[in-house]
Nanobody
Framework: QVQLVESGGGPVQVGDSLRLSCAAS????????MGWFRQGPGKEREFVAA????????YYADSVKGRFIISRDNAKNTVYLQMNSLKVEDTAGYYC?????????????????WGQGTQVTVSS
């Protein structure tokens, strides 16, 4: 059974940093593209970042480019999202997702596995 468990969310101030973690189990993590999506209040779930299985290519939404960094540690079956210079509009539930055999992209329907999410709240 595939399981993704996010952690690291919480309340922060504008300009702060947070690092989200997502621990995966039950599958061959090292062969999977991993991604992060987020869903703000009253909004649809949107792409944030994705990373190929071999860590060679990363993709970011324009809204987070230059501020967020996605990374992975295949030995620990964990993917991270380092979030810097946080803004109020980054407030959302953040969801880890995996695409076994995928290349890593921003298409939500390509991802088979999802975590339960971790809330990030940025206040001014």
């Amino acid at each position: 059974q595939v399981q993704l468990v996010e952690s690291g969310g919480g309340p922060v101030q504008v300009g702060d940093s947070l690092r989200l973690s997502c621990a995966a189990s039950g599958w061959i993590f090292s062969t999977c593209a991993m991604g992060w999506f987020r869903q703000g209040p009253g909004k649809e779930r949107e792409f944030v970042a994705a990373l190929t299985w071999n860590d060679r290519s990363a993709y970011y939404a324009d809204s987070v480019k230059g501020r967020f960094i996605i990374s992975r540690d295949n030995a620990k079956n964990t993917v991270y999202l380092q979030m810097n210079s946080l803004k109020v509009e980054d407030t959302a539930g953040y969801y880890c997702t995996g695409d076994q055999g995928g290349a890593g992209n921003d298409r939500i329907d390509d991802y088979e596995y999802w975590g339960q999410g971790t809330q990030v709240t940025v206040s001014s």
